[in-house]
Structures are given as C-alpha cells and as structure tokens.
C-alpha cells in the first residue's frame, strides 16, 4: 500500500516509511492511496475469531509486505496481551439498543492504548537493524501522553518528549506520564492550552534543525498507523451485534477526530454503519462544522472532559481531503487560509459527503452529568466524563427500531474519580495495576511554549539520527 500526503507534495511512502514519519513533510497527513475493501461475505467470516485475529484482517491490506503475517500476528498478540480483559474491547448492553464498548483495559486506562501498545511494537521492528534512531514529540491533553510513553518506555532507539498544558491534565493522567522515570522519557509542562502546544510540535515539525537532525515522528493521531489500529474495534463490535447484516449506529466522544475518523474508514472499507455521531463537549467547532460548514475556531474552554478540549482537530483534515476528491493542492490552499485566519468554510461536496454518514451533537456539562446518573442508575455503570458525552449523544438519536448504537466508552471512570463523584456520588477506585500511582516519585520540567525554550531542551536530551 502506498501513503500520499493530504496536501499534495511530500513524498509518496509506503506503510513503514507512513509509520515512521508520522507527520508529511509538507504539513500534511499521510492516508493511503485507496481503501481497501471488505465483502458482506469477508466481514461475517470475522464472527468468533480473537481480537488479535481480527486486527490482522483488518489491518493486512494497509500495512502491505511491510510485515509478513506472521510478523503482524507476533506484534498483535504482545500488544494484545497486554489487557486487562480477554476480549480486549468488550461489549457492555445499558438497556435494549444502548451498548458501550469498552476501550480502557489497556495499561493505561484510555482508548489509545489500544493503538499505541501496537505503534511502540512497529516502531522497535522497523528500527531494528538500523542505525536509525528516532525522536518522537508530541502534545498531549491528557491520554495520548500517557499511553505514548507507556508505549515506548525503554526501547531501544528511541526517544520522547511528551508536551502537556501545565495544570491542565487531571493528577491521575499528569502521574501516569510523569512517574515513568525511564531515561529514554521526557516530560514537558508547556505553560498555554493544548492547542499552543499541539501548534508548537508542529512548528517543531517544520523546522529542519530539530526534523531532520534528530529524526522527530509523531505519535498524536496524525500518525496514520494509529488509526489504522483503530478501525478494528469497529469491525470487531459490529460482528458481534449482528453485522454486517444489520447495520450498527456508533457514537464517538470527539477531540482530534481520529477516533471517529477509523470509523469513517470502517464505513469505506465496507461495514454497514446506519450513522456516525461526532460528539462534542462545548469546545464545538466540529459540531459546527457538520452543522453549517463552518469551521472555526473559538477560545478553548476548559472542561471536564480535558482530552476533548480542543479547537483544532487534527484529523479533520483527512476527512476533507477524502470528501473533497482527494485533490491535495486545494485541501493544501484551504488549510492554509484556516491556519492564516482560524476559520474556513466546508465545500459543498465536503458538507454534503459528510451529511450521508456523520451526525453531531454538542452536549454540555449537565447534559454529561445526565448522562452518567443514567448509565449508574439503569444499567449499574460508572462512566467517564468523555464517554458520557458520548452516550449523552447517543441517547439522542433516532435511529430505525433494531439498530443499536455503541457508545465509544474512550476511558477508565477511574482516571476522573472528581468528576464522576461529583455527578453521580460514587468515586471510582483505580484498578490494582496502577493502585501505587500516588506514591511514585515524579520528574517533569516546565517551560514557556516558545520554540527557543523547548527546541533547546529537545536538542540537549535527544539523540542525533544517522
Ligand atoms: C483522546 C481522547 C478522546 C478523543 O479522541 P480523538 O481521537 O482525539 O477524537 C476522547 N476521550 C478520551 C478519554 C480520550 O483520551
């Protein structure tokens, strides 16, 4: 499979090369030349097998003679091996169409263990036996920073720099990161929100004395490998619902759109999704954009639901791209004017591809607090902040009698005991594998979001790239 830049000139890479560079070189995000599809036959033939054993259909196309199956199999069941819980994203039933999958048996209790268990495992296999080293940055508001560096902890070749709003990331998201003492792991409190420090890594990004001399990759979810590994659960809860017969509504608590964005390529790639719901807390700009096509940022509002705090999202760019014709030159102008003025407008042809399969909702903090009092007292469960805006969305629609709507339950109520207490009166307890969090020693440092101060640090720590 080759990999093309949504914006037209970097260069064309295949899914190793994809993996490594994370970021295109021309401020744009690698998506695969064609998406792969599955037949109604091929998608029932998944019934019954692992999730492993499902990640590796899914996944085989686009990683292409990267790695040999057995290979993919190897890295899938290490990084599988790693959960809590046998079925790795369980399927929990709420009432009659109501489900949560549950995505936080990782080691760090979030969703994106999911993906970057198995992106740390990639990245060893494809820099072993090369002199290459590699520096990974990235901004985190909470989760991907965390899982990132559980990801990569003392492997050989490579190092990262994990950027986090100061005072922004609850204490249990802040420990997970800073209590991880390997050498290879540095953590930055960046003082400004996460946007500033998501623009900052990309200006890091571009500039060719950090890029190219210390060989910086991206682990945030422009890295395309990481939504690849996302896709699977789609598939891997829909079978288990009664797809690909019936089709299967999922509602996803949206940040950087990557999440949500697999599911879009679930769709693509064949799996009957009846609809797809971007769920935002007040930080709306996607709601908006779906809405009435207007993409533009506000000031960031801070909230309950910290890693879905965000102004800017990423990941939407793809969309864009794959909705407006994949012409990269003109996704590349049009990015160009948001980034100049914070605001474009959808092009028909993005707004009216979108309408067919997303829908959205914006939901605020009581509308969240609803949500978690419901799940507690009609089904028994406590749920996350983030996954109660979900579900607050999903309780929203209407959908055709008998097709049930999975709610992404994105993380652990355990790693936002405040906020759960607070809606629903229980505080959730940490789980045995991080029960000592609060005794660890941490180390981080704290720095202005200036390229001068943290490009300085980068290049004193990192390692130089053959
Ligand atoms: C990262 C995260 C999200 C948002 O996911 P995106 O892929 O950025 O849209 C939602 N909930 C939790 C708990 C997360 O960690």
Known sequence: MRYF????????????????????????????????TMSPEAIAELAGLSYAETAIRIMAPFIGDALTEDELRDLCETAYGRFSHAAVT???????????????????????????????LFFERFLTGTDKRLTIIGATSGDTGSAAIDAVAGREGVDIFMLHPVGRVSDVQRRQMTT???????????????????????????????????????????????LMAQVVYYFYAAVRLGGPARPVAFAVPTGNFGDVFAGYVAARMGLPIARLV???????????????????????????????D??????????????????GHALAAQMKGFEATGAMRLTNAQSQGAAGLFGS????????AMAMRWACENAGQVIDPHTAIGLAAARRQQLAPGIPIVT????????FRDAVERATGARPVLPARVGDLFEREERYVTMPATLAAVGDYVAAHAHPSR
């Open 90 to 120: 369980p399927l929990v039933q709420l009432d009659h169409d109501q489900w949560l999958l549950e995505l936080f048996h990782g080691p760090t209790l979030a969703f994106k263990d999911v993906a970057l268990q198995l992106l740390g």
């Open 408 to 415: 992404l339950a994105t993380a652990h109520p355990a790693k």
């Open 5 to 36: 830049s949504t914006r037209g000139t970097a260069p064309v890479l295949d899914f190793r090369g994809a993996t490594l560079a994370g970021l295109a070189a021309d401020c744009g995000l690698y998506v695969p030349e064609t998406w792969p």
């Open 278 to 308: 971007v769920a935002t807390n007040v930080n709306d700009i996607l709601h908006r954009a779906l809405t009435v096509g207007d993409y533009s940022k506000g000031t960031v509002e801070q909230t309950a639901t910290p890693s879905m």
């Open 361 to 368: 909702e914006r939901v605020d903090p009581d509308d969240m």
């Open 180 to 226: 991880v003492l390997s050498p290879n792991v540095h953590n930055i409190a960046i003082e400004g929100d996460f946007d500033t420090a998501q623009a900052l890594v990309k200006t890091m990004f571009a500039t060719p004395a950090l890029a190219d001399t210390y060989a910086l990759s991206a682990v945030n979810s422009i890295n395309w490998a990481r």
């Open 310 to 327: 965000i102004q800017v999202s990423s990941n939407f760019e793809r969309l864009l791209f794959d909705l407006g014709g994949r012409d």
